[in-house]
């Protein structure tokens, strides 16, 4: 899956980078390199189910689709 990023230099050093498609998913590195493997596991962890957490209603089912 392709997804994109913004990486854009911070005021202090480094990069700060986020997906505009997943609010709230922001990351940095001290180089851009560092700042895309960064973000990389940042979009891991947000796209992960969250099992444990998901109270459904009686009707309700899951479904794993492919993006």
């Known amino acids: 899956m392709n997804i994109r990023i913004v990486l854009e230099p911070s005021e202090e050093g480094g990069y700060t980078v986020y997906v505009p498609s997943l609010p709230g998913c922001i990351s940095e590195g ?16 947000f796209l992960e189910p969250i099992e444990d957490e998901v109270i459904l209603g009686e009707r309700a089912e899951q479904i794993e689709i492919a993006v």
């Open 30 to 45: 001290d180089t851009r390199e560092e700042a895309i493997e960064n973000i990389k596991e940042a979009i891991d962890l």
